[in-house]
DNA sequence: CTACCTTATGGTACTCAGTACCATTGTGAT
DNA sequence: ATCACAATGGTACTGAGTACCATAAGGTAG
């Protein structure tokens, strides 16, 4: 029954998206769906949680994908697999072309659907975050360190993802490879302050008067 | 009939609060709350579009003055408006102390309202995106590097703002000092190897104007 | 072949969020 | 007193999501 399953599982996908695209999703019910699929109302709410989940139906797949990607990453190679396992994704998307635009289409119109989306990332985000985590200690810095990172290769894939979506590059992959670069040496440590040739000074206060905060910049940038 | 309004309004929010504490968030229903606060179902609609909302009581209210400050900036004072914009943010939720708690349980146990809180969040993202974008030009590199500063603003806010409410900070305003002072470093530009002797000073402030503080801190570089 | 078990499925009935519409009340201005 | 207007409450409806039960299909052990 594993063929049944599968295809009266695709049949609501494809019914879905078609309604979707034709309707609104607002003015299409559950109902329609089921009906279009040729299945019962009660089937659909068994393949799918919610209205809305049927518009991202490989999501947890994709997010327990790259948990294991992460999972089997050895540390010295954290940045390799982090890099690997979001392009996990990319190339995903990549493969579902049509779909993928459909769904881009209608996450960019449907407030409801946009905001689906958005918690489903955030799944991502937390997948490279506890990651990231382990990876790094917990030196005093790190957590919000982290947290930053896997912001950061989330945000860079969905730059390039979206960019490809919109039909803005040809190149997706290797746009993939220089945002990812760019994130990566964002967060490459900064050149030693042994180096005597530089000096940066990141100021940031908001009560104390500036009277009192300049001598303190002044020895500083004396220092350096 | 502006105190009436304001006044069933704030009386919803606590019943709303009180009950999804006592009995859950999903085993409350909206009359529960209309009932409480002892109005009629129809306006607590018009007071909150959905009954997660009426957790996030002023967050239109937040990002409007968020943007507000934003836009009310100097182009040479960015970094400084973007910080005192978040900074907005933080101390509205410390001067709601307990009521920033409550929704911190709530949101920390509810998947809906951690979903609602997420895209709110997303909200703020896309506010100080528009301004980062308009503020660094649109060279090749800059879009996804606006995008990535952005989201670095909202999260090391959070990232505060969370510490603060599970207690694990008493010095949430320094904390945010610090760890805003981390993501403009973050973003500073690398020292090129071209220029031997090369000073960057980021100075953030709130109070007076940047225009204001700059001929000084020339001076006062130029003395040392 | 039959009895049995599992699994996918369909149907029915229910709760409740959210919308649309209409009636009422209170308040201030003229 | 009357008119205008804003806030409110009530009623009825749609539709998502849940709970429960009944049935069919397929496989397996006896």
Redesign the interface.
């Known amino acids: 029954m594993e063929t049944t399953r599968t295809s009266s599982r695709e049949r609501m996908i494809r019914a879905a998206y078609e309604l979707f695209e034709q309707r609104g999703f607002e003015k299409t019910t559950v109902d329609d769906i089921a009906a279009r699929a040729g299945v019962g109302r009660t089937t659909f709410f068994r393949a799918f949680a919610t209205k809305e989940d049927v518009i991202f139906p490989d999501h947890d797949s994709l997010v327990a994908s790259v948990r294991e990607r992460l999972a089997a990453a050895t540390p010295s190679a954290a940045l390799v697999a982090v890099t690997e396992a979001a392009r996990l994704v990319l190339v995903h998307y990549l493969a579902e072309s049509d779909l993928a635009r459909a769904r881009y289409r209608l996450t960019s119109n449907v407030p409801a659907l946009?905001?689906?989306e958005?918690?489903g990332q955030?799944q991502y985000q937390r997948t490279f975050l506890t990651f990231i985590r382990t990876w790094m200690g917990d030196e005093p810095?790190t957590?919000?360190?982290a947290?930053?990172m896997a912001?950061?290769v989330v945000?860079?894939h969905n730059?390039v993802l979206r960019q490809w979506l919109r039909g803005s590059t040809t190149t997706p992959e290797a746009d993939f490879d220089t945002?990812m670069a760019?994130?990566v040496e964002?967060?490459a440590p900064?050149?030693p302050a042994s180096d005597a040739?530089?000096?940066?000074?990141?100021?940031?206060?908001?009560?104390r008067d500036?009277d009192d905060v300049?001598p303190e910049?002044?020895r500083v940038?004396?220092q350096?």
């Open positions: 946009r905001a689906r958005i918690s955030r810095g957590p919000l360190r947290e930053l912001d950061a945000t860079a730059h945002a760019a994130v964002l967060f900064r050149s040739s530089e000096t940066q000074v990141v100021l940031l206060r908001t009560q500036l300049l910049l002044k940038l004396e350096g």
